[in-house]
């Protein structure tokens, strides 16, 4: 055992941002629960021990929020309050005489986060609060000790006493640590502002992690941009917005549907769990969707590159490149991208290039965007946007659909490749294909032959070419416009058809 007289006594090893001791602010999320959270079976708690969940009351409220104060005065930290179970922070009481620590007034869990250009982990367990049901009765000083002791071991400080690295027995109490167990002060100690400062920074360095920030408390979104420099940018547990700008940036949004925009430099994008939109802008960059985080649920995820100006070639299961006597991996490459590793993504959005773009063995969506694109949806039950300009659409294996909802024209054919009766849908938009009812397609609206013979035949095919029109009066004035053609001349009848609002 090492003995000291300062606050590194109180440091853990473990903190929000992982390992390191860096005196970088953050933003925490914290909520009062209104249920149990599903992850608390990682504690190895039993069953009647969760069960025996209740809210915090009022007063307990109060006193926590009071502690949260403290801490967020003392540091760099900036809490955020989300709604009940989105929280890093999430407090909760229960009967302490059915857990593994009966006898305590509370625990929590360290936070357990990893962050680097390669890799991110963040435990959902870690960071929660838990507060026996006694405490309720506590007198209030007592009561937001309690509080203010455990959030320090929520935010990674460690007791007094434990090792490797102790406290000086003389000055082990509350008075210079809420961390020690030798005393019951409500209000943080000298040491307690030491630790939380070399962990998070002062309090005058609130969200200077970034170059801006904003928080929208209705929709919790937090909003932050980084600067020119190689930035790491650690999102909350609800919704994000990040912006690397330029350097090489670490982009990690954690809980939620986040957009994640690397912009210049190589970049790495980590989506975490939700249904996340990650851009990686021009550089090498490294797209992760979900994969790492802790839990499997990782949301569906897209990659975007409608803002790319040249032609983007996209392989969803990565591909080999020989260059300079060497096999590269890749899942993206382009002039304006360079080449994009990913993981754990299931869409793609094209840009304004001919872009090609090529599906993995899951359901997928992908969109071409500008340009003569060629798309390929690879195994699984595809949806497929060809966009703008003439696209070359294939299905490949599974049920797949084929959408167009852009505005027809000469220039905007589309041909698909594989389509397959009874098992492959075509769907158009009613915006664009005004003459049709949302739903399945009527018999009255479909034709095969050349051209309309009365003014219900909106839809025309023509089984010898392959071609398919659409005319929006039927035997009206207006011409005929075809907007695809079949290469294999499959015998379509208006149930190959959706049409959607």
């Known amino acids: 055992m090492t003995t000291v007289r300062d606050y590194t006594a109180l440091i853990s090893g473990n903190n929000f941002w992982g390992s390191t001791t860096l005196k970088k602010p953050i933003f925490i999320t914290y909520s009062f629960d209104t249920k149990p959270a599903a992850h608390v079976t990682e504690g190895g708690e039993s069953s009647a021990f969760i069960n025996s969940f209740s809210k915090f009351t009022t007063a307990e409220r109060q006193s926590a929020l009071e502690a949260l104060g403290q801490w967020d005065d003392a540091s760099g930290i900036h809490f955020l309050e989300v709604p009940a ?25 360290y936070p357990s986060a990893s962050i680097s250009e390669t890799y991110v982990y963040q435990s959902k367990i870690g960071s929660d609060v838990f507060i026996d049901k006694s405490v309720k009765n506590y007198s209030a000083d007592d009561m937001q000790h309690v509080m203010i002791h455990e959030i320090g071991h929520a935010i990674g400080l460690k007791h007094s006493f434990e090792g490797p690295i102790v406290l000086d027995p003389s000055i082990d109490n509350t008075q210079y640590t809420v961390m020690s167990y030798t005393g019951y002060d409500p209000d943080l100690g000298p040491l307690d502002i030491a630790a939380a400062r070399a962990l998070y920074g002062t309090d005058g360095s609130d969200g200077k992690q970034v170059a801006a920030w904003h928080w929208n408390v209705h929709s919790h979104t937090m909003t932050q941009t980084g600067g020119n420099g190689a930035d790491t940018i650690r999102g909350v547990t609800t919704a994000d917005v990040m912006s690397g700008m330029g350097g090489k940036d670490i982009l990690f949004g954690g809980e939620g549907n986040d957009r994640l925009d690397g912009g210049a430099g190589n970049d790495s994008l980590f989506g975490g769990n939700g249904d996340d939109i990650l851009i990686g802008g021009t550089g090498n960059d490294r797209l992760n969707g979900g994969s790492g985080y802790s839990d499997t649920a990782d949301g569906t995820d897209t990659v975007d590159y409608g803002a790319v100006a040249s032609a983007v070639t996209v392989h ?20 304006d991208i360079g080449r994009d590793l990913m993981s754990s993504i299931e869409n793609v ?65 589309d041909t698909l490749t594989d389509f397959r009766v009874r098992l492959d849908k075509l769907v158009l938009d009613d915006d664009i294909f005004t003459a049709l009812t949302a739903g399945s397609l009527s018999k009255p609206d479909f034709i095969l032959g050349t051209a309309a013979h009365d003014a ?36 379509l009848t208006n149930t190959d058809f959706v049409i959607v609002a």
């Open 316 to 335: 969803l299961s990565g591909t080999w490149e020989y260059i300079a006597g060497n096999y590269t991996e890749y899942f993206a490459k382009g002039v």
């Open 456 to 491: 219900s035949d909106h839809l025309i095919y023509d089984k010898g070419t392959g071609a398919l029109y659409f005319d929006a009066d039927g035997l009206g004035g207006q011409s005929q416009i075809q907007f695809a053609l079949l290469a294999t001349k499959p015998a």
């Open 349 to 413: 959005t094209g840009g304004k290039g001919a872009d090609s773009l090529t599906g993995s063995s899951v359901a997928n969506v992908l969109k071409g965007g500008a340009g003569r694109d060629t798309i390929s949806g690879g195994e699984g039950k595809d949806l497929i946007y060809g966009g703008a300009a003439s696209d070359s659409l294939t299905g490949g294996s599974g049920a797949d659909r084929f959408y167009f909802d852009t505005k027809l024209g000469r220039s905007n054919v």
């Open 85 to 109: 179970g989105q929280g890093e922070i999430r407090f909760g009481n229960y009967d302490f005489s059915l857990s593994h620590s009966s006898g305590a007034a509370g625990y929590a869990y």
